[in-house]
C-alpha cells in the first residue's frame, strides 16, 4: 500500500510561483508513475502533468506546458510541481497519483494523496 502526501500549496498572486511536493511511502517508489491531477470547485478533476519512473519525457496538459514543471526525486521518494505563472484559473486543489509503470492521462490511478490547496488571487 503506498501512501501520498502532499504539501506545498497556499494563496499566491497571480504570476506568482509555488513549488508542490509530494512524498511517497509504503511502496517501491521507482516502479511507479506519478502524476499530479487538480479540481476546481464545480469541475471535475483534471489532469495536470505526468512522470514516468524514469523522469524521461514528462506529460502536460495543454493549459499547463511551458509555466508547470514536474520531476521526481527516486532516492527521495519525492514528486514534485514547479508552477510558475499562475493565474485565477489555476486556483484548484491539488492531488499527487501513483500507478504502477505507465502514465495516463486520465484518473485511473491505484493511489491518490489529500490534496494541497492552491489559490491564486487576481
Known amino acids: 500500500q503506498v501512501q501520498l502526501v502532499e504539501s506545498g500549496g497556499g494563496l499566491v498572486q497571480a504570476g506568482g510561483s509555488l513549488r508542490l511536493s509530494c512524498a511517497a511511502s509504503?511502496?517501491?517508489?521507482?516502479?511507479?508513475?506519478m502524476a499530479w491531477f487538480r479540481q476546481a470547485p464545480g469541475k471535475e478533476r483534471e489532469f495536470v502533468a505526468g512522470?514516468?519512473?524514469?523522469?524521461?519525457?514528462?506529460f502536460y496538459a495543454d493549459s499547463v506546458k511551458g509555466r508547470f514543471t514536474i520531476s521526481r526525486v527516486n532516492g527521495k521518494n519525492t514528486v514534485y510541481l514547479q508552477m510558475n505563472g499562475l493565474n485565477p484559473e489555476d486556483t484548484a486543489v491539488y492531488y499527487c497519483?501513483?500507478?504502477?509503470?505507465?502514465?495516463?492521462?486520465?484518473?485511473?490511478?491505484?493511489?491518490w494523496g489529500q490534496g494541497t490547496q492552491v489559490t491564486v488571487s487576481s
Open positions: 509504503g511502496g517501491t517508489f521507482s516502479r511507479y508513475a
Open positions: 497519483a501513483a500507478r504502477p509503470v505507465a502514465v495516463v492521462l486520465h484518473d485511473d490511478y491505484d493511489y
Open positions: 512522470i514516468r519512473w524514469s523522469g524521461a519525457s514528462p
